[in-house]
């Protein structure tokens, strides 16, 4: 029997501008770094043309692109600027990933690709690999289209295999599993986005991680 090699994340070929929506935020808890563990967030988009076109990986499923950051909210942190660029606002109060995703789940934007080589690490042809990063968010001009993320599950829906059984991380998404059998729960746009709370001793929902 041969071992199954882990599935490689698909990057675009070339940078330049997109079109993307966000489809998750994802906890990545102590995260080793060269300053030590740090608590990271990672904010998921799937990518389409200026034109309105989906740009779709091998297997002819939507492309995505991840973007991290420091999961720290300060004046000068580069998620609080991200954050202002992609809402092209002030962010409201928020001390969890999950406030987080109600907020951006859903909202699109302008991107800019770069392409920068990894020479630390090759392709499967033995070529230096390469980074694709978000290098700046701008909003959508009028009549301007953007991916849906239709079909996209969040990670945090996602099955987990723990003693041969599979769990999940939320009650909501081993229901919805439950009631549509063979399948995983979808993408869904949120229909009401956070809004910041009155007083600043807001509740953690469960299985988030403070910032």
């Known amino acids: 029997m041969e071992f199954s090699k882990p599935k490689s994340f698909e990057k675009?070929?070339?940078?330049?501008?997109?079109?993307?929506?966000?489809?998750?935020?994802?906890?990545?808890?102590?995260?080793?770094?060269?300053?030590?563990?740090?608590?990271?967030?990672?904010?998921?988009?799937?990518?389409?043309?200026?034109?309105?076109?989906?740009?779709?990986?091998?297997?002819?499923?939507?492309?995505?692109?991840?973007?991290?950051?420091?999961?720290?909210?300060?004046?000068?942190?580069?998620?609080?600027?991200?954050?202002?660029?992609?809402?092209?606002?002030?962010?409201?109060?928020?001390?969890?990933?999950?406030?987080?995703?109600?907020?951006?789940?859903?909202?699109?934007?302008?991107?800019?690709?770069t392409k920068t080589p990894n020479p630390k690490k090759l392709d499967a042809q033995g070529n230096p690999d390469y980074y694709i990063n978000i290098a700046g968010h701008s909003p959508l001009t009028p009549g301007q289209v953007a991916p849906s993320g239709q079909g996209y599950v969040r990670e945090i829906n996602r099955p987990k295999t723990v003693g041969g059984q599979q769990t999940y991380a939320t009650p909501q998404a081993a229901q919805q599993a439950q009631q549509q059998p063979g399948q995983q729960p979808s993408f869904q746009q949120p229909q009401n986005g956070y809004v910041a709370p009155q007083n600043t001793q807001a509740t953690l929902p469960p299985n988030t991680r403070a910032f």
């Open 12 to 113: 675009p070929k070339e940078g330049g501008p997109v079109v993307g929506t966000i489809v998750d935020v994802v906890d990545m808890p102590n995260v080793q770094t060269q300053y030590g563990l740090k608590n990271k967030v990672r904010i998921m988009w799937v990518i389409g043309t200026l034109q309105g076109q989906p740009i779709l990986d091998t297997e002819g499923k939507p492309m995505t692109v991840a973007e991290f950051y420091t999961a720290i909210l300060a004046e000068n942190s580069n998620l609080s600027k991200a954050l202002i660029q992609i809402l092209n606002a002030q962010p409201p109060l928020m001390n969890s990933t999950e406030q987080m995703a109600q907020l951006l789940i859903g909202r699109s934007s302008n991107l800019f690709l």
